[in-house]
Structures are given as structure tokens and as C-alpha cells.
């Protein structure tokens, strides 16, 4: 059976709400097991080890024993969070923050989707929103129309841009037409 699938009938069988905490539960487990660890002692006994695991060396291993060391600090959910929003993981959908969609007000039609930086607060997410109806009315009113042929896409990269964030073109994975 593949990984997904036992994953899945975990899931399935103990309902969604049971199998996040069970999957909090383990990872805050192993984190505080692991700040118990004496980090440099567990280091020392690796690269005395020379070369016993031929795919990475003990300099590596040394390495992410310390970087694991320092997340045990941190608290599961900000660790979750950050892997949700910044982590690519193969055979995993991820993306590298929070995902914002553009629809035309009347039709809810797609102007574009982007991404921008998990951590940027919303009040600058915002303020780009504005910046955006700033450009529109300008548009409109320097050529004295509804701004039909506004360059949509190219204002919402601009007003993102003059708020200090710089969003990234959110790519689908699959595409139906209706």
C-alpha cells in the first residue's frame, strides 16, 4: 500500500479533527525529545563516526542535528505554518504564502491570481487594494471611460510593488473550462 493511502484510511478512520492533533501530537513529542538531546555530545559521536552513512556526511549530519535542535524550540504550530507556506515538498501541494485571487466585481471572472510573502500583514495587502482603485479611478478619469481596457495585471503587480511586496505569478495546477 502506498504511503498516501495508509495515510488516508488513518485519517478516515478517525475522523480529520483526531488525525491533526494526533499529527501535533507526535511532531510536539519528538520536539520535546529532542530538546533533551546534549546536542554537542550527539555531534561528537558523529564525526567520530567517519563515514558510516555514505550518503551524507557527518559535517551534514552535525549540521541538521543542530538545526533540528533549534526548531525544538519553537512552538509545533508556527513550525506547521511555516511548512504549509514555505516548505516545497515533493508529492505535496505547497505554496509560498498567501495565495490572492483578482475577479471582476460584477462576474466573479478571474483577472489573475498571485502570491505573496506568508508573513505580509494585511493592512499592506490592503493598502495595495486601495492603491489598485487609486490607478483605476485615474484611468478612468484621465480617459473618461469605465476602464475596459485597463491594464489589470500590470496595476496589480504595480500597487503590490509600491507597498514594499513582491508578489509572484500563483501558477494553477489545473485548468477547466466550463
Known amino acids: 500500500m502506498m504511503p498516501n ?9 478517525y475522523g480529520d479533527p483526531v488525525f491533526r492533533m494526533a499529527l501535533s501530537h507526535l511532531f510536539e513529542k519528538g520536539r520535546e ?8 555530545k550527539e555531534c561528537e559521536s558523529i564525526l567520530r563516526s567517519k563515514g558510516k552513512n555514505p550518503i551524507i556526511t557527518p559535517e551534514l549530519q552535525v549540521q541538521i542535528v543542530r538545526c533540528a535542535h533549534e526548531l525544538a524550540k519553537l512552538e509545533i504550530w508556527d513550525i506547521f ?12 501541494t505547497v505554496h509560498e504564502g498567501k495565495i490572492i485571487s ?19 500583514d494585511e493592512s499592506l495587502i490592503e493598502e495595495a487594494s486601495q492603491k489598485l ?9 484621465k480617459h473618461d471611460d469605465d476602464g475596459g ?9 504595480n500597487a ?3 507597498v514594499g511586496i513582491r508578489p509572484k505569478r500563483t501558477e494553477c495546477d489545473r485548468t477547466v473550462y466550463v
Open 160 to 162: 503590490f510593488l509600491s
Open 133 to 141: 482603485d487609486e490607478m483605476v479611478e485615474a484611468y478612468s478619469v
Open 102 to 120: 483578482f475577479r471582476w466585481d460584477g462576474t466573479n471572472d478571474l483577472i489573475l491570481y498571485c502570491t505573496v510573502p506568508g508573513d505580509t
Open 5 to 13: 493511502e495508509t495515510i488516508r484510511k488513518i485519517n478516515n478512520k
Open 33 to 40: 525529545a529532542f530538546q533533551q538531546v546534549d546536542v554537542d
Open 149 to 157: 481596457d485597463f491594464d489589470y495585471p500590470t496595476a496589480i503587480w
Open 81 to 92: 505554518s511555516y511548512i504549509k507556506t514555505d516548505v516545497a515538498i515533493d508529492g505535496v
